[in-house]
């Protein structure tokens, strides 16, 4: 007989209730219904549909973004005794061979996959072979062209409509306007979905501003009193590099992120971090999608981000375990005349008018 959803959340995450929305879309999934899904960062997204795939006979299939962060869902789901692949870059065709044999007959219960796997005729065929109980797109907003992190290779995820034409399909992002939740249904066309967003307030965070002249050494300060890892944003490549630098040389292990990296280099100080191999993280916003660590005591933007939209997803990475966690801005005079040139840039000069 079948597990009840409560009972596979309870043996293997330890929680008694789902929290906000998670009941109702896994009850959607489960009566074979389509999801879009907004949920705050820290929402329990995961949960969503790693849930009803094991209350279901078959194989989920989960799109997502980075290698990293795939190697790191993998993982926690062996740690949990959940059979989970990866197929990330990297392996020889004979090892994707035989790792698409292992879902075939290997009673896994969950593929994780990048987009561009979608591409190669020898996972779409296995895919057709497969008992598909749920198809996942994590990260959907990547999809959009109306997205800031449009990935084209996405626009291949409509195929495992064809693929796995009876399964049902669940869309996740923490991040989409009304127009790119549009673009995210229609790309992946979504039937007559379930339309979920939560509240994006965070009651166990407490975001604080610090007006400090001096904020290398108020950045130094913070990071020590701080246990968990640390996420420091900032506006530049350069800065990410010269904090790291600085951080290290008070005694604080720090790596920097950001969007002039090459892919390897991201996926190993992703891991780095991940793995708590670094405490401390500085990087620009292009650090950010798909994060999935829960034990993130302090946010720190070390500069004021492009939007408050911005500051909220970024500042929501604190605090995933749901213990008391802190959001920090630290500013001074010079940051006030950056973000008014900033605010003065966009607007059209005398001689437009």
Request: a neutral charge; aromatic letters at 8%.
């Amino acid at each position: 007989m079948p597990q009840q959803p409560q009972e596979i959340l309870q043996q293997y995450w330890g929680f008694p209730n789902f929290r906000n929305s998670q009941q109702a879309i896994i009850e959607a999934v489960l009566a074979n219904q389509d999801v879009m899904a907004l949920l705050p960062t820290g929402g329990g997204k995961s949960i969503c549909y790693q849930v009803p795939a094991l209350a279901k006979d078959g194989i989920c299939i989960v799109v997502s973004p980075l290698i990293a962060l795939i190697q790191n869902q993998v993982d926690t789901l062996k740690k949990l005794g959940i059979k989970a692949i990866a197929l990330t870059g990297g392996i020889s065709f004979g090892e994707v061979n035989d790792l698409l044999d292992n879902c075939l007959y290997g009673n896994y219960k969950f593929l994780y996959l990048s987009p561009e796997r979608l591409q190669q005729e020898l996972v779409k065929e296995r895919i057709k072979q497969m008992n598909v109980n749920l198809i996942a797109i994590d990260e959907a907003h990547c999809i959009s062209h109306w997205g800031n992190d449009f990935r084209p290779a996405y626009l291949e995820c409509d195929i495992l409509r064809e693929l796995a034409p009876s399964a049902p399909m669940i869309a996740l992002t923490a991040t989409a306007t009304e127009t790119v939740v549009k673009d995210i249904c229609q790309n992946l066309k979504l039937q007559d979905p379930l339309l979920v967003k939560d509240s994006f307030s965070r009651n166990n965070i407490t975001y604080s501003l610090c007006w400090e002249e001096d904020k290398k050494y108020r950045l130094k300060e913070l990071c020590g009193q701080v246990r968990n890892s640390v996420i420091v944003y900032v506006r530049s490549r350069r800065m990410t590099t010269e904090l790291a630098s600085y951080l290290g040389a008070q005694g604080h292990s720090a790596t920097f992120f950001h969007g002039g990296l090459s892919k390897k280099d991201k996926d190993k100080r992703l891991t780095q971090w991940l793995q708590n191999k670094v405490k401390v993280m500085v990087a620009t916003n292009a650090f950010g999608m798909g994060i999935d660590k829960p034990y993130v005591g302090l946010v720190v933007h070390y500069q004021i981000p492009d939007s408050v939209e911005n500051y909220f997803q970024e500042a929501g990475r604190a605090g995933r375990d749901g213990n008391p966690a802190n959001a920090i801005l630290i500013t001074n005079e010079t940051d006030k005349a950056q973000v008014r040139k900033q605010f003065l840039s966009v607007l059209p000069d005398v001689t437009f008018i």
